[in-house]
């Protein structure tokens, strides 16, 4: 079964994570989504039961996350490096929304992931959408095409091919603008996992207008 | 300050849901969800403290909602029709995801309300999407242009002037189709409460793709 990780955080934008996760769950992925703490808070100090427990679905401390616009998620775990590898998950999501992605994209943690996905022999798949793309500079991701939301645009066009599409693909690593560009975001993974026509038999239950043009 | 009651329950779909909160919230309304449980659940007992609290944001025993794919949402509130009338709130939502619109709909509560709402002498609005406009036939609306997912149809042309529309404002009364016109959704109610001047602010950083018909 494919299996993505889906990062959240405080100030996660909720319309991005919610239709990334969504709509892959409709195409069959299982999604797991992981709080990352505020390098400022301190981590949570694991059960002994949770140090026994090496299966990749252990649920450990989950934190109520408050997004954004102050919708309040429940993520299905806590992020454990330890269980959030390449070796386990086919995707990684990392979502808009400033402050959580600030927050997302300056965990260590986190960056060491990006780049065990980035450079996995067999291919793993990297999604940021939104202002999730500055996690591609702090990880030091090398230069290729990417986009964001216009408002971090500044501090991204000089590392990388500064795009404005909707949704950029850069081999493994797949960019995107803003909760505008969430569903197509959202479509194009799951046409690179599952292809063409996983992605219209997705697409058309969700009724969109005649003329949307993903 | 324009304020929003979004009802929820187990099963809503989490899209629709975290689309028109967040988007109402971007436009300045002050959003309360509220859960609406299953009424084979017998209801919470309210404690002294909150039987004696009358502000219309009194947060009681707010009960973690799991919805259509899995993602997992602590409502603002759970429903108490004494605190969710039109005299409080100026625009009712009620979310899709089938099972959740059934418990919405087939609520009783609700029902009162949606008729409270469609009646009151100041003008209110009621948005319904996807299975959400089963609140419509249940709360037994007079015949008027409406709209839904596909998949209800059947359940509400013949009490309905059903249309094809992605969104259908009938008066007080704007229903949608599914996940994917919920952005038109959204912005509509923004449109109606605001003008079109804030439609536009809002729009804008959202980043759709060019071409996008809303």
Redesign the interface.
Known sequence: MVKALILIADGT???EF??T???L??AGVQ?T?AFVPDSATPPPVPSSAALLDTTPESKTTPT?VE????????P?TTLDPLKAGPDIYDLLVIPGGLKGAQTIAGSSPVQHLIRAYHEYPERRLIGMICAGSLAALQASLKRQPLTS???VKAQLEDKFEYKED?VVVSDRLVTS?????A??FALTLVELLFGAEKRDEV?G??????????
Do not use: A, N, Q
């Open positions: 934008e909720e319309m919610t239709i996760y969504d709509t769950v409709r999604c989504s109520l997004c954004s616009r102050g919708v309040k998620i429940l299905d939301h216009p408002s909707s603008r803003g909760p505008g560009t569903f197509p697409r239950p969700m009724v969109f207008p005649v003329g949307t043009p993903w």
